[in-house]
């Protein structure tokens, strides 16, 4: 039996998403918890100033 190298053992990986699709992606989670994050402890600003 030959050693066979952890390279030999994985199949290539396929073509993956865009970096700017990761970036957006990234973008857009984070908005969505800071403002979950602002509604939820009453600090939104869409509550206009009452």
């Known amino acids: 039996m030959t050693q066979r190298t952890p ?3 994985h199949t290539p ?3 993956g ?3 700017w699709v990761k970036i957006s992606g990234l ?3 984070l908005l969505v918890a ?3 994050a ?3 402890t009453g600090n939104s ?3 206009g100033g009452h």
């Open 7 to 9: 390279d030999e053992n």
């Open 13 to 15: 990986l396929p073509a």
């Open 17 to 19: 998403m865009p970096l």
């Open 27 to 29: 973008i857009a989670i």
């Open 34 to 36: 800071a403002f979950l």
């Open 38 to 40: 602002l509604h939820l």
């Open 45 to 47: 600003p869409t509550h």
